[in-house]
């Protein structure tokens, strides 16, 4: 798990690229530090590209990082 500093303290941030090879993170997870990956507390972005690989569309949920991939985004 990687912490990010912001200007409203210190966040948990967790990326999985899935099969990406170009660098763009297909699910951007973020929680308090210490968050159980379990954790139903984490916000979690999915995020859609072109063939381009331009962002085109940013989903959210509110789940345990680790269903990440069985949320319900909107």
Known sequence: M???YGGLG?????????????????????????TAASSPT??????????SSRLLQIQNAVGAWSNRTTLSYS
């Open 2 to 4: 990687n912490s990010l």
């Open 10 to 34: 210190t966040i948990a941030v967790e990326m999985d690229y899935q099969a990406r090879t170009d660098y763009q993170p297909v699910y951007l997870g973020t929680a308090p530090p210490g």
């Open 42 to 51: 984490w916000a979690v972005r999915y995020l859609t590209y072109d063939g």
